[in-house]
């Protein structure tokens, strides 16, 4: 019975993640002890952020809130961080939390009008290179008025509609016509006659995708409320919306550009991932689709659409306006929604916090995770390096080690320290207000930019990687890196060139 019972605990650990990487879990959990005994809270602390990182890198294996919380206890119990630490990172970023919670939600019920509107565009534009460079430049002005999170739920939702509008039709049961239809596995994954169509229409939604989540970073550095450091950091320096955008101007208007060519370059040459393009038969599944939709329309279903595209409206201005936290607009929007359209049940409601719940706790994992970065001081040494350089190469250096600690720590935490060291530095007559300000340039543009190589860098990456998206598509840790990589390079010469001077 012993045995057995065993067994049993061993099988639940982490239920279907492979047993190579349950033993590796183990194996840090058991390291971290020992190392902080040996070596020190300094290097453990590194220690933890490449563990976490590589749970993030997982996630296709087994989802990191799991293997991630398990790390984030273990760092609160042999003290390398405290509750009340993460509370106060948790109450830093609750605005984040609170977008989460409920914008996310709200976009659940905007599904609708979402799909109707982009299988328009979809199907209206037939150049993937244009199709593509849509897709980027609109997921930038729209992050710069609103937010990349918000953005990327978007994307998201229009990307699961058409991966279950074309799922749908192919896994149904043969016409009797006797046209071919795909046969499904136990896994419910469609095989055979169109099994290429699927990849190549996998590779075609990866591809829009990653352009949509480049999009939001380019659009969401340029102004106020495009990121949620670039508001701290305009708080602490003193500017309105329009003085933002015109400091962020000579380094955020040349990038954009930048990575817009850079968008079509890579479809041109079908590099790094990017280049497939919509397979035949699932444009005509999607025509079809959108064709039998618009004819079984009813006169309730577009008294629903209405009603979305009035909420959407409401939701632009009040985000673009900031009247309040982004959090509350959505929540604003749900009940909005949700009771013009006939929604009255807990468990309807219920399904639209699916999708943003379980990120939001991973989320505050992750907070555990800066909590620790935090206490530990693992940035100070090159805050304090990088202060003692002449003042003529701060900014580009600035940009430099805010981009590289951004790819593997959350940016909005590397600007918040990098800004409150800057401003200490400014009250104690260290430095001038004038090179304070180029500094706040660098820090926002540094956090920003060069974040996007991994998903552990923006928020919106991450929301994108653990989404329900990506195992549908193979949409992975090492496949965003990859496809990632073109756009960082470009991004972060750009962007360093134009700190160094223009601004």
Known sequence: MKTSLSRAFLQNFMGQAPVWYKQTIVAFLILNPLCLWLAGPYLTGWLLVVEFIFTLAMALKCYPLLPGGLLAIQALLIGMTTPEALYAEMLVNFPVILLLMFMVAGIYFMKSLLLLVFTKILLGVRSKSALSLLFCFTAAVLS??????????????VAVGFYSVYHKVVSAPPKSTGEPKLAVNADDEPLELHRHDLEVFRAFLRSLLMHGAIGTALGGVATLVGEPQNLLIARIAGWDFAEFFIRMAPVSMPVLAAGLVTCLLLEKTSM???GAKL????????????EEERQKRTTIQLAQLIVQALVAVLLVLGLAFHVAEVGLIGLLAIILMATFNG?????????????ALPFTSLLVVFFAVVAVIHQQHLFSPIIAWVLLQPESAQPGMFFVANGLL???SDNVFVATVYISEIKQALDAGSISREHFELLAVSINTGTNLPSVATPNGQAA???????????LVRLSYGRMVVMAFPYTLVMGAVG???VVNWV
């Open 272 to 274: 790094f991932g990017y």
């Open 279 to 290: 397979p035949r038969n699932v444009r005509r599944v999607l025509e079809d689709f959108a």
């Open 496 to 498: 360093l060139f134009a």
């Open 343 to 355: 929604v009255t049940d807990e468990h309807q409601i219920g399904k639209a916090f699916q999708e």
């Open 406 to 408: 951004s790819m593997i």
């Open 144 to 157: 710069a008025f609103l937010d990349a999170l918000t953005v990327t739920a978007v994307i998201i939702s």
């Open 461 to 471: 990456f991450l929301f994108l990687l653990t989404s329900a998206i990506a195992p």
